[in-house]
């Protein structure tokens, strides 16, 4: 199973906003409603931001929101904050009982 | 407070073994899928395997399967991965999370391991 596709980095000024895409196949996001996003500060222990597509676990910020069109999954980070720069990686369910990560998108605030 | 912590990382030799252990805390550990992801230095995350509640039904990755090995005991509320066969692009940290992409999503802090020629 290879990683799901990302872009390497994004980046984007304070307020701004940024997407994050993650394109997969139709084993992966194209067959299935559960897709993750993580975000992941160096040292610190990945934190689901989005789970089944498109919600948020409690205390997440309403500034991350996620969609998925086809076997394109999409994370949208609004009002961008300094606080934001960290990996980024989304996650799928497999056909098989397996599991798949993207490559990770590093997010840098300018 | 939910809390996963990992333990048994180390230096091995190519070829040796360890096991990994997860335990658990904050939480029925027995109603939980566990998992196991692991990040190679410098690259990102990568799913290796998963054990449903009482502990029948496993899957693994294919890059892990045939060595590696997950285990539970709900008993000891502790979360096991047994790797055998170790190589050098094992190395990684490694981490455990409950409910891996679900809504009760949790991961711990992660243990280190290094295989070594």
């Known amino acids: 199973q290879s990683a799901l596709t990302q872009p390497a980095s994004v980046s984007g000024s304070p307020g701004q906003s940024i997407t994050i895409s993650c394109l997969g196949s139709?084993?992966?996001?194209?067959?299935?409603?559960?897709v993750s996003w993580y975000q992941h500060h160096p040292g610190k222990a990945p934190k689901v931001i989005i789970y089944?597509?498109?919600k948020r676990p409690s205390g997440v910020s309403n500034r991350f929101s996620a969609s998925k069109s086809g076997n394109t999954a999409s994370l949208t980070i609004s009002g961008l904050q300094a606080e934001d720069e960290a990996d980024y990686y989304c996650?799928?369910?497999?056909?098989?009982?397996?599991?798949?990560f993207g490559i990770g998108t590093t997010v840098t605030v300018l | 407070e939910v809390q996963l912590v990992e333990s048994g990382g180390g230096l091995v030799q190519t070829g040796g073994s360890l096991r990994l252990s997860c335990a658990a805390s904050?939480?029925?550990?027995?109603?939980?899928?566990m998992h196991w992801v692991r990040q190679a230095p410098g690259k990102g995350l990568v799913w290796v395997s998963r054990?449903?509640?009482?502990?029948?039904?496993?899957s693994y990755a294919d890059s892990v399967k045939g060595r590696f090995t997950i285990s539970r005991d709900n008993a000891k509320n502790t979360l096991y991965l047994q790797m055998d066969s170790l190589r050098a692009e094992d190395t990684g940290f490694y981490y455990c999370?409950?409910?891996?992409?679900?809504?009760?999503?949790?991961w711990g802090q992660g243990t280190l391991v290094t295989v070594s020629s």
């Open positions: 054990i449903e509640t009482d502990g029948p039904y496993r």
């Open positions: 904050g939480f029925t550990f027995s109603s939980y899928w």
């Open positions: 996650c799928s369910f497999v056909t098989g009982n397996t599991y798949v």
């Open positions: 089944e597509v498109t």
């Open positions: 139709s084993s992966d996001i194209g067959s299935y409603n559960v």
């Open positions: 999370s409950r409910d891996l992409i679900g809504p009760d999503d949790s």
